[in-house]
């Protein structure tokens, strides 16, 4: 994006944005790229990174565990990995292996699904892979505290064991010497010491001369010698010497190792810019969540649809003092490109427009802004803005003369894709001049379609924006009543600057202020005083909408709860017929038993009888009762008393009984062998061998 003056994103407040992105980074290089950060005006990759930033907002608010934990700025050892026949040090691979460590839990941890559940974020590791021969190459050297493991080659084993063998016999050694100096009473009370490398033994400096071998030096008082007994000069030598060759071998091994993990340099790169990628991204979505900050709908051309902004600062600054911050509601659209903001001073029309240009460039930086969600914001090529005294000394210009300079910049460059922002326009000359010029140049800005927002008090741009198709009034509310701003934008009409009333605010004697209304002119005084007017009913007008919504919200809340209250007894009504239900189950399966008790002793008396046709005709009457005596409960009596049973087919809408037992429904649907018959409340599903058609009996006539 194009920002005119060069200053233009520090009056905006850009810096201070960028500022607290740069905190929320870890890596050198998420610091670096939030310091460097640009604004774009590519549509695909603004959503990117607006839709990477929401991603991560996400996994941190449901407290997700993403693997980016582990600051890495290592971007000078994998530099040095490049570079032909350097030599990276048992740390330095350390901090490679850590980075190749991370880059395998990422890539675990974007497994399918959380490839598919966070699309762009996946994105940052599309274009690389993770090659696990790199830390395998460094595990064969490496141990895990950093240093160079004694199996890393034949000859670094060989040495150490060597090393190890005579340092054990320098030790014995050297504790026989130790105990016949302590002996003879030539020892100090520190028994052995190093220099440079050799061990030596302490003894008085008296007895030093007694003592043979090779004197090391002196404590600094003088009272103790440190020497190098001769039975170990030999010893140390040799120890000495292994102590070089093992030194050396390192240094090849490390060396070796370097120049295999060069070959790798540039994948490395690569991995660093992944794990700094992250940790950017991450820095956006914590400056998110301390903002509000949300994801709105992106359209590739010139358009403000915002709801409820906020200017992230400020938003910031009252989160702290627990103040309440107003947010900010406006549309400009191909229709309505140009927002003329009135009102009184201190009323809130420069931190509107601040609100307004901000929101837009941390969007087309990839960063989510403070609006609802359902806002729509489009993407500028061009952002203008002229705001405060930019008066020159240097050029010797005036107030005006730099106003009218910007002004002349504003007019030859803008376009269709320019979003501009002028605070007091024609501000600095003669009221009627001023705003003579001040109606050219928004003229003029109308004409080339650009987008932005002007503020003004004077009264003839008012009444231009009120009869200019593109361009549209819009003020600051003011409670006249209690004499306060009340920071909250009303668009569709134009505000007063509330002089007379600001003025008896902070207690101007009031002959003055009759004074001072008798000077002006009296259709000014009244189209002002109109406009006051207006506000206040305008705000009376919303008071009464927002009672209404209240009232509605109530009804809303009511109905409901009567709705809740009619499910509880439905609820109540289904629990009931069910119940029913189980009670006729219950008393079928009780006569099941009292059947298979009856059948036992049936069985029984078979066994014992010779007069079988006795028991037959028992297990008859038993098992194969007439169709009369089958109906013995009231239920089967009631429903007899009320239906009759009819050789029809089943069909939708007809009245049926069911069999077992003995209820009475409507058929609402067949489904194959099945169907669906409502009983009271409560639809069933029932075989068709179960139901039989039934009609209600005509009441008999006396």
């Not at 010698?225 to 000069?233: C, D, K």
């Not at 989160?319 to 900010?328: A, D, E, F, G």
């Not at 087309?364 to 005294?389: A, R």
């Not at 050789?647 to 609402?668: D, L, R, S, T, Y």
Request: charged share 30%; glycine share 4%; aromatic share 8%.
């Amino acid at each position: 994006m194009k920002l005119y003056p060069e200053s233009a994103a520090v009056q905006l407040e850009f810096d201070k944005i960028k500022s607290l992105l740069t905190e929320h980074c870890n890596s050198e290089y998420g610091k670096q790229k939030a310091e460097q950060l640009r604004i774009h005006t590519k549509k695909e990759f603004i959503e990117l990174e607006l839709q990477q930033s929401n991603e991560f907002k996400l996994l941190l608010q449901h407290a997700q565990y993403f693997p980016n934990d582990h600051v890495l700025n290592i971007a000078r050892e994998i530099k040095l990995l490049g570079i032909p026949g350097s030599t990276l040090s048992g740390e330095e691979f350390m901090l490679i292996r850590k980075l190749a460590e991370s880059i395998e839990k990422i890539f675990r941890w974007f497994d399918n699904e959380r490839r598919i559940a966070y699309p762009a974020l996946s994105k940052v590791i599309e274009d690389t892979y993770y090659e696990k021969i790199i830390a395998e190459l460094i595990d064969d050297v490496m141990d895990e505290y950093g240093n160079v493991k004694d199996n890393a080659s034949a000859d670094l084993q060989r040495i150490r064991m060597s090393l190890y063998r005579k340092r054990n016999e320098l030790r014995r050694m050297f504790e026989k010497v130790v105990a016949r100096l302590n002996k003879s009473g030539y020892a100090a009370d520190i028994d052995e010491s190093f220099s440079n490398g050799r061990r030596v033994v302490a003894v008085f400096s008296e007895h030093k001369r007694q003592v043979k071998g090779i004197l090391h030096g002196e404590s600094d008082s003088k009272k103790t010698a440190y020497i190098e007994p001769e039975e170990t000069i030999e010893l140390n030598n040799d120890v000495f010497a292994l102590e070089n060759d093992e030194r050396k071998e390192v240094l090849r091994i490390l060396r070796a190792l370097t120049a295999q993990l060069s070959s790798y340099s540039g994948l490395l790169q690569n991995y660093y810019a992944v794990i700094g990628e992250y940790d950017f991204i991450k820095g956006k979505a914590k400056l998110a969540i301390d903002v509000n900050g949300n994801y709105p709908n992106i359209v590739d051309k010139a358009h403000i649809e915002l709801t409820d902004a906020y200017h992230p600062l400020l938003y910031l600054y009252n989160k702290k003092t627990t103040r309440k911050t107003i947010p900010v509601t406006l549309t400009l659209d191909d229709k309505k490109r140009i927002l003329v903001i009135s009102g009184p001073n201190a009323g809130g029309k420069t931190v509107t427009m601040k609100t307004i240009g901000l929101n837009q460039m941390m969007m087309q930086s990839g960063l989510l802004v403070p609006v609802h969600p359902n806002s729509v914001m489009g993407i500028f090529k061009q952002l203008f803005i002229h705001i405060g005294d930019t008066q020159s000394i240097e050029f010797e210009l005036s107030t005006y003369s730099s106003h009218l300079l910007h002004m002349k910049y504003f007019i030859e460059n803008a376009n269709g894709k320019t979003l501009f922002f002028i605070d007091e326009l024609g501000s600095g000359s003669d009221p009627n001049l001023g705003g003579a010029f001040a109606e050219v140049i928004m003229e003029e800005l109308s004409r080339r379609h650009a987008f932005g927002i002007v503020t003004t008090h004077y009264l003839n741009l008012k009444v231009m924006a009120n009869r200019t198709i593109g361009i549209i009034n819009g003020a600051m509310a003011f409670d006249e009543v209690n004499l306060q701003p009340m920071y909250k934008l009303m668009v569709g009409k134009p505000g007063s600057s509330y002089t007379f009333s600001i003025a008896e605010r902070i207690g101007l004697p009031k002959h003055l202020i009759s004074r001072a209304r008798q000077l002006v002119d009296e259709d000014h005084f009244r189209l002002d005083k109109l406009l006051n007017r207006t506000e206040q009913d305008q705000q009376q007008l919303d008071k009464d909408k927002k009672e209404l919504n209240k009232l509605l919200h109530e009804n809303e809340k009511l109905r409901k709860e009567m709705e809740a209250v009619m499910n509880r007894e439905k609820h109540r009504q289904q629990v009931e017929v069910l119940r029913h239900q189980n009670q006729i189950t219950e008393e079928r399966i009780a006569e099941m038993k009292e059947t298979e008790r009856k059948l036992k002793q049936i069985m029984l008396e078979w066994r014992r009888t010779e007069n079988k046709e006795e028991v037959m005709k028992q297990v008859q009457n038993l098992l194969f009762k007439k169709k009369e005596h089958a109906v013995v409960n009231k239920l089967a009596k009631k429903i007899e008393a009320k239906y009759k049973e009819v050789k029809a087919e089943i069909a939708v809408g007809a009245k049926v009984k069911m069999k077992k037992n003995h209820q009475v429904g409507e058929v609402k649907e067949i489904r194959g062998k099945r169907a669906v018959v409502q009983i009271g409340l409560l639809p069933m599903s029932v075989e068709l061998n179960d139901l039989v058609v039934v009609e209600e009996k005509q009441a008999e006539v006396k």
